[in-house]
């Protein structure tokens, strides 16, 4: 139990590291600015584009939003029907999802492929949706900065200590070597880039199933 306890505490980070690499490749793949988790940037740019006449592309932005969000309500209902083992069938549909998006990808416009692995992003939201903060999504970099912030100002008042510096450092460096990844994959071909995150999906499918006894924080 204490070896899937200490597996389980890491899976904030792994999936945080998928999150990245989907992103980067999402942006890349579409060549616009658009991301596929950061809904912050793209409602800025959505309030944007509708100012400047951009109407079009601004319901690009749009469907990724509200794509976005309905990953994330599925995520929630799948976490509320199957409680026991929710973590685990949740990835399972990313999973999918992702797997999808490649035979989606060769018939379809770049926003398509985009509007799936957005989709799949708003899912995966919800895997692990406590066990971080209890107000704060997987994705949620900005976030994870407030807090890194929030913590160095309490080591620096002798109020803090550096496990929680490191731990919320950690988290915006996970997705953030993600993107690295992603980047660096996509190198290659979008297809080839997309087999990283679906193994690595597929693989905290089976993490989240060995552990699904291990509570939420």
């Known amino acids: ?17 998928i999150a990245g690499i989907v992103d980067a490749i999402g942006f890349i793949h579409l060549k616009n600015g658009l991301f596929i988790s950061f809904m912050s940037g793209n409602t800025t740019h959505v309030g944007i584009l509708l100012t400047s006449g951009n109407t079009p592309q601004a319901w690009h932005y749009i469907g990724v939003i509200v794509l976005f969000v309905l990953g994330a309500a599925v995520g929630e209902a799948i976490a509320i029907a ?15 999802v992702l797997s999808a998006t490649l035979f989606v990808e060769p018939i379809a416009k770049p926003i398509v492929t985009n509007f799936f692995l957005s989709f799949a992003m708003g899912i995966q939201n919800i895997a692990l949706r406590l066990t ?15 807090n890194t912030g929030r913590s160095i100002a ?9 496990s929680t510096f490191f731990r919320h450092f950690s988290l915006w460096l996970s997705i953030f070597l993600g993107a690295i990844a992603g980047t660096q994959v996509m190198d290659y071909s979008f297809r080839y880039a997309l087999l990283v995150p679906i193994i690595l999906s597929l693989i905290a499918t089976g993490i989240l199933f060995w552990t699904h006894e291990i509570a939420d924080d």
Do not use: Q, W
């Open 1 to 17: 139990m204490i070896k899937k306890k200490h597996l389980h505490s890491t899976m904030p980070f792994y999936l945080l590291f």
């Open 82 to 96: 199957n409680k026991p083992f929710y973590r685990s069938m949740i990835m399972a549909l990313v999973t999918l």
């Open 154 to 162: 309490m080591l620096f008042m002798g109020e803090g200590d550096r």
């Open 132 to 146: 971080i903060e209890k107000s704060t999504a997987l994705t949620y970099v900005t976030g994870f900065l407030v």
